[in-house]
């Protein structure tokens, strides 16, 4: 009877230390839904205002405010399309894409001319690259390369020194850049369907 009391003990006293920080995370969680979300909403409008070649990295309320004044966010076809607006009139488009990588999936955002013939920018907003190397993708130099290329139908980017090159891969990560470069020229061909087809 003694040794059952010996190991009832210490499984209830576990168990209600695992009900109490349990609890404890559950409510940590609960309450900080609200900051990781508006956390979240910032960082998309920092990295769309990025891909327009916009000031992005002022205050969360100088950013919401540009924002705020300069895009207009609205659903087609259940795609997010987040538009720049000058005097009334468009010019640019942003939509989020996601692509493979080389561990893992490349996720952001890219930016293209109201007709859809330029690559305004891009911007990368998750990724699971290996740091030092195929991580630099979210180095300046890298990223700023492909605003202003022109868009092709089959094949926008090409890494250099191919024929017809204009972008720079990355040193020792040369298969993140041809999955970049990948994703996307593919994302690009989908996407001009897609613009086709709604009328942007």
Known sequence: ????????????????????????????????????????????????????????DGTSDEVNQLFDESVTTEEVDGTTVYTRMENGAATGYALAYTGKGLWGSISGYIGFSPDFTEVLGIDFVAHSETPGLGG????????????????????????????????????????????VVN???????????????ANL
């Open 136 to 179: 630099r993708i979210d180095e300046p130099w890298f990223k700023e390369q492909f605003r202003g290329i022109t868009v092709d139908s089959v094949e926008t980017l090409v890494i250099k020194p191919s024929d017809g090159g204009n972008i720079d891969g990355i040193t020792g990560a040369t298969l993140t850049s041809v999955a």
């Open 1 to 56: 009877m003694a040794s059952k009391k010996k190991i009832i003990a210490p499984v209830m006293f576990m168990l209600l230390i695992t009900v109490l920080y349990t609890s404890v995370l559950a409510f940590i969680n609960e309450s900080t839904k609200g900051i990781i979300s508006e956390q979240e909403q910032l960082r998309i409008k920092r990295s769309v205002l990025y891909v327009f070649n916009m000031k992005s």
């Open 183 to 197: 994703i996307v020229n593919q994302f690009i061909i989908d996407t001009l369907a897609f613009a086709k087809e």
